[in-house]
Protein backbone atom coordinates (compact mmCIF):
# COMPACT_ATOMS: atom_id res chain seq x y z
CA UNK A 1 0.00 0.00 0.00
CA UNK A 2 2.61 2.01 0.57
CA UNK A 3 3.07 3.45 -3.44
CA UNK A 4 -0.49 3.67 -3.40
CA UNK A 5 -1.72 7.35 -4.00
CA UNK A 6 -2.34 9.03 -0.76
CA UNK A 7 -6.40 10.48 -0.20
CA UNK A 8 -5.00 13.86 0.45
CA UNK A 9 -8.43 15.26 1.17
CA UNK A 10 -9.17 12.71 3.63
CA UNK A 11 -6.41 13.35 5.25
CA UNK A 12 -6.92 16.88 5.50
CA UNK A 13 -10.72 15.73 7.50
CA UNK A 14 -9.63 13.67 9.66
CA UNK A 15 -7.10 16.00 10.71
CA UNK A 16 -9.71 18.79 10.77
CA UNK A 17 -11.37 16.31 13.17
CA UNK A 18 -9.03 16.23 15.93
CA UNK A 19 -9.72 19.81 16.48
CA UNK A 20 -12.71 19.50 17.84
CA UNK A 21 -12.54 16.18 19.35
CA UNK A 22 -13.79 16.33 23.03
CA UNK A 23 -11.12 15.12 25.07
CA UNK A 24 -10.67 17.03 28.88
CA UNK A 25 -9.53 13.38 30.71
CA UNK A 26 -6.71 11.84 28.25
CA UNK A 27 -6.29 15.17 26.34
CA UNK A 28 -5.10 12.68 23.08
CA UNK A 29 -7.27 14.17 20.22
CA UNK A 30 -8.26 11.67 17.66
CA UNK A 31 -9.70 12.48 14.13
CA UNK A 32 -11.50 9.87 11.43
CA UNK A 33 -12.17 10.56 7.89
CA UNK A 34 -13.95 7.12 6.87
CA UNK A 35 -14.61 7.06 2.66
CA UNK A 36 -17.68 4.66 1.66
CA UNK A 37 -17.62 2.54 -1.30
CA UNK A 38 -20.68 5.14 -2.61
CA UNK A 39 -18.33 8.21 -2.43
CA UNK A 40 -19.57 9.41 0.65
CA UNK A 41 -17.35 11.08 3.67
CA UNK A 42 -17.95 10.43 7.23
CA UNK A 43 -16.15 11.78 10.17
CA UNK A 44 -15.52 11.57 13.61
CA UNK A 45 -13.89 12.52 16.78
CA UNK A 46 -13.22 10.71 19.96
CA UNK A 47 -15.87 11.77 22.57
CA UNK A 48 -14.77 11.38 26.62
CA UNK A 49 -17.13 11.67 29.31
CA UNK A 50 -16.35 12.21 32.84
CA UNK A 51 -17.68 8.31 33.17
CA UNK A 52 -14.35 7.56 31.41
CA UNK A 53 -15.41 3.80 29.70
CA UNK A 54 -18.26 5.92 27.80
CA UNK A 55 -15.67 7.61 25.74
CA UNK A 56 -16.47 6.54 21.94
CA UNK A 57 -13.42 6.56 19.55
CA UNK A 58 -13.33 8.74 16.92
CA UNK A 59 -12.81 5.52 14.19
CA UNK A 60 -16.37 3.82 15.73
CA UNK A 61 -18.33 7.36 15.85
CA UNK A 62 -17.62 7.90 11.85
CA UNK A 63 -18.40 4.12 11.42
CA UNK A 64 -21.40 3.97 13.72
CA UNK A 65 -22.64 7.91 11.69
CA UNK A 66 -22.28 6.07 8.39
CA UNK A 67 -24.51 2.65 9.31
CA UNK A 68 -27.13 4.84 10.66
CA UNK A 69 -26.77 7.07 7.24
CA UNK A 70 -27.29 4.17 5.00
CA UNK A 71 -23.99 3.30 4.13
CA UNK A 72 -21.90 -0.50 5.01
CA UNK A 73 -19.35 -0.27 2.81
CA UNK A 74 -15.90 1.00 2.75
CA UNK A 75 -12.99 1.98 1.19
CA UNK A 76 -10.48 3.67 3.64
CA UNK A 77 -9.84 4.87 6.78
CA UNK A 78 -7.87 7.79 8.03
CA UNK A 79 -7.11 8.17 11.55
CA UNK A 80 -5.43 11.30 12.64
CA UNK A 81 -3.43 11.53 15.96
CA UNK A 82 -0.82 13.83 17.13
CA UNK A 83 1.36 10.95 17.02
CA UNK A 84 0.24 8.88 13.95
CA UNK A 85 -1.35 6.08 16.39
CA UNK A 86 -2.28 2.82 15.63
CA UNK A 87 -6.57 2.27 16.71
CA UNK A 88 -7.31 0.00 19.03
CA UNK A 89 -8.61 -3.32 19.44
CA UNK A 90 -12.00 -2.35 20.17
CA UNK A 91 -12.02 0.23 16.86
CA UNK A 92 -10.62 -2.38 14.60
CA UNK A 93 -12.85 -5.11 15.39
CA UNK A 94 -15.77 -2.99 14.62
CA UNK A 95 -13.94 -1.75 11.18
CA UNK A 96 -13.78 -5.72 10.29
CA UNK A 97 -17.66 -6.17 10.83
CA UNK A 98 -17.77 -4.20 7.73
CA UNK A 99 -14.87 -4.14 5.82
CA UNK A 100 -11.96 -6.36 6.46
CA UNK A 101 -10.21 -5.06 2.90
CA UNK A 102 -10.85 -1.37 3.64
CA UNK A 103 -7.27 0.87 3.40
CA UNK A 104 -6.11 1.73 6.71
CA UNK A 105 -3.95 5.02 6.83
CA UNK A 106 -2.75 6.55 10.26
CA UNK A 107 -1.06 10.17 10.15
CA UNK A 108 0.37 12.78 12.70
CA UNK A 109 -1.10 16.01 12.62
CA UNK A 110 0.96 17.31 9.86
CA UNK A 111 -0.11 14.48 7.55
CA UNK A 112 2.52 12.09 7.78
CA UNK A 113 1.86 9.15 7.49
CA UNK A 114 2.61 6.04 10.05
CA UNK A 115 0.91 2.81 8.79
CA UNK A 116 -0.86 2.30 5.18
CA UNK A 117 -2.30 -1.09 5.60
CA UNK A 118 -5.71 -2.91 5.65
CA UNK A 119 -7.76 -3.74 8.68
CA UNK A 120 -7.36 -7.43 8.28
CA UNK A 121 -3.85 -6.97 8.47
CA UNK A 122 -4.62 -5.19 11.81
CA UNK A 123 -6.56 -7.63 13.26
CA UNK A 124 -5.71 -11.24 12.33
CA UNK A 125 -8.00 -14.27 12.57
CA UNK A 126 -10.65 -12.08 13.24
CA UNK A 127 -13.77 -12.75 15.13
CA UNK A 128 -16.12 -11.49 12.07
CA UNK A 129 -20.00 -12.39 11.21
CA UNK A 130 -19.25 -15.52 9.52
CA UNK A 131 -17.77 -16.73 12.74
CA UNK A 132 -21.16 -17.56 14.02
CA UNK A 133 -22.67 -19.69 11.83
CA UNK A 134 -19.46 -21.69 9.88
N1 LIG B 1 -8.94 6.72 21.06
C1 LIG B 1 -9.54 6.81 19.83
O1 LIG B 1 -10.33 7.71 19.56
N2 LIG B 1 -9.25 5.86 18.91
C2 LIG B 1 -8.38 4.83 19.12
O2 LIG B 1 -8.30 3.92 18.28
C3 LIG B 1 -7.54 4.82 20.31
C4 LIG B 1 -8.03 5.66 21.43
C5 LIG B 1 -9.25 7.74 22.06
C6 LIG B 1 -10.00 7.24 23.26
C7 LIG B 1 -9.62 8.28 24.29
O3 LIG B 1 -10.48 9.40 24.13
C8 LIG B 1 -8.23 8.71 23.90
O4 LIG B 1 -8.06 8.29 22.54
C9 LIG B 1 -7.14 8.09 24.76
O5 LIG B 1 -7.28 6.72 24.84
Not at 18 to 26: E, F, Q, R
Not at 55 to 75: S, Y
Not at 101 to 125: E, S, Y
Amino acid sequence: MKNDTLPQELIKQAIAMMKIAYVPYSNYPVGAALLSDGGKVFCGCNVENASYPLTICAERNAVFQAVAAGEKNFKTIVIATQNGGAPCGACRQVMVEFAPQMRVITVDAQGQVFLDTTVADLIPHYFGPTSLTD
